[in-house]
Every structure is written in structure tokens, then in C-alpha cells.
């Protein structure tokens, strides 16, 4: 069961932007976290946290946001319904016309929102913008600047699939903006590891994909592999119903199979789409898997 806290907003208002904010035991980061929404030069928003049974001070630090800030909405599960389930808890409560997820520890620059808007508001056949990130540490000081280059512009479904195989190396693009109808046709984040992936692949086969060329996002990498080192552990911070324990590249392949299949594409489209994605996965999975092999051997030597 859920127990919602609602705002006067949900009912006079519809904001143009809901960001999801899923957490657990969140506490190191989450204030940090919010203060960084809240901080956003675009107003127009919706925060929604959905707190994953917390047992840290993570309730209180959410109730002090909604007391100083409307805007925060705060849902809290009675049990821990792993990871997957709450944040499609946060995307199934947002009103916006476009949605964002957000880590509870990660950040966002001031004009992240603004500029994702403005680039979404321009581009009408683009279904996610994103920016390129700065990856920092527990501290805040800053690790690089990742680029990204999942610029998939292309009018062909083909093309943005196999564009989107061939340059995804983070997900960064997963906490990019996106336009809630088209993010409510997909299966959102399901119960497996590696879930994001098929997601974005399957809004490659939605849409365009667009990048606004600024490190706007702020990104904590490597959280959840952290607290979950083996498959088997991190299947279970997906959630109970998880799958993929023993094989994650098959869900991963399936679930893109299947999405590729519900797509809105004539059939022989479909059918292209499905056709292209088979020779471009598989062989961008066997040079990653050689330039693995290079940097053990190479590592072995020195």
C-alpha cells in the first residue's frame, strides 16, 4: 500500500515537468539531492519522491522538503518493493507533459530543466534530451566530463537503434527529459539489471534522441553496483519479481525484441528494425568483449 501526501498544486495546476526522485535509505545524499530541483531556474515542476520504506532519517528529510517547497509530492511504500517497481511508482503518479528520473544522489546544475525544455520544445520529433555529465565522487570534486555522443538524429528507426547500440557506454541518457506519452507506451524500468538499456533502446525505436552539448548533469556513478556487487544480489535490489540473475544479456536482448515488436511501425518496419538490431547488438557485444580481453592481457604484462 502507498500512502500519498498531496499539494493544493494537484489539483489547480498541471506543472509542464515531473521529476522522479525514487530513494532508499537515502540519507547521505537525498538533501543534497533535492536542494539541487529545488534550485532549478526553470519553475514549472513537479518533485515526486517515492520513498522505498526507508529505515534511515530519509522520512524526516522528505517531510522537511514538502513543508518548505509545494512542489514536493511525497509517496512512501509500507514495504520495500525493490527498485524497478518504485521508480514506475514515481513516473505512474507524474502529471507533466515531460518527466525526468533523478537519483537521490546525483545533482543537476541550475539550468539543466530550462535547457532540456527549450531543446525538447524545439524539436518536436525528438522524444529525450539529455545533456553531457560530470561524474563526481562521495565528496562532490569532480572524476571527467563524459561527452555524450547519443545524438541519435536520424528520421529512421534503423538508424537511431543501431546508433544508440554502437555509442551507449553509460546511461547517462536514462535520467535525460522525455515526453511522458511516448515514456507511458514503454515497458519503463523492468525487474532485471540492465532494464535502462532496454529502455533507451527502445526509445531509440520511438524517436530521436537529442544532447545539449553542457556537463549540466551530475552524476554519482556506480551506486547501486556498489551495494550490489554480484548478479544475484542486484537482481534482488530490482525487486522480488526480478529475472536475469544467470543471464542478463538474454533479458536484455528479449525485452528489446519485444519492444521493437509493440513499436507503432508498420510491420515491415518492425521487421527492419528487428533484423538490423540482430547484427548490430550482437557485434558490438563481441568487440566490447575483445577490448576486455586486450586490457586484461595488456594489464597481465605490466
Not at 543537476?108 to 545533456?131: K, T, Y
Request: charged share 25%; glycine share 4%.
Amino acid at each position: 500500500m502507498v500512502d500519498v501526501t498531496w499539494t493544493a498544486t494537484d489539483v489547480v495546476h498541471r506543472p509542464r515537468v515531473s521529476i522522479g526522485l525514487p530513494v532508499f535509505n537515502g540519507e547521505r545524499f537525498l538533501e543534497q539531492s533535492i536542494d539541487s530541483v529545488l534550485s532549478q531556474t526553470f519553475l514549472d515542476f513537479e518533485l515526486i519522491v517515492s520513498d522505498n520504506a526507508s529505515t534511515d532519517s530519509t522520512p524526516e528529510i522528505l517531510e522537511r522538503a514538502a513543508a518548505r517547497d509545494e512542489r514536493v509530492v511525497v509517496l512512501r511504500n509500507e514495504v520495500n518493493q525493490g527498485a524497478a517497481r518504485n521508480y514506475n511508482l514515481v513516473f505512474e503518479r507524474a502529471q507533466g507533459e515531460y518527466f525526468r528520473w533523478h537519483a537521490h544522489d546525483d545533482l543537476m546544475e541550475p539550468q539543466l530543466i530550462e535547457r532540456l525544455v527549450d531543446r525538447l520544445d524545439a524539436e518536436p520529433h525528438s522524444v529525450l534530451a539529455h545533456s553531457w555529465t560530470r561524474f563526481v565522487d562521495d565528496a562532490g570534486a569532480t572524476m571527467k566530463v563524459y561527452e555524450d555522443d547519443l545524438h541519435a538524429a536520424s528520421s529512421g528507426a534503423s538508424h537511431r537503434l543501431t546508433e544508440v547500440v554502437r555509442r551507449l557506454t553509460y546511461c547517462n541518457a536514462v535520467f535525460g527529459l522525455m515526453r511522458r506519452d511516448v515514456l507511458a507506451r514503454t515497458a519503463l524500468i523492468a525487474p532485471f539489471p540492465g532494464s535502462d538499456v532496454s529502455l533507451l533502446y527502445e526509445l531509440a525505436v520511438a524517436g530521436r534522441f537529442s544532447v545539449v552539448p553542457e556537463p549540466l548533469f551530475v552524476r554519482r556513478p556506480g551506486q547501486s553496483l556498489v551495494a550490489n556487487p554480484s548478479n544475484r544480489s542486484l537482481a534482488q535490489w530490482f525487486g522480488p519479481a526480478a529475472r536475469g540473475v544467470r543471464f542478463p544479456a538474454f533479458w536484455l536482448w528479449w525485452a528489446t525484441v519485444g519492444a521493437i515488436m509493440r513499436s507503432r511501425h508498420p510491420p515491415a518496419e518492425r521487421v527492419a528494425v528487428l533484423a538490423t538490431f540482430n547484427v548490430a547488438w550482437p557485434a558490438v557485444r563481441v568487440r566490447r568483449w575483445l577490448r576486455h580481453q586486450v586490457r586484461v592481457v595488456r594489464g597481465g604484462r605490466s
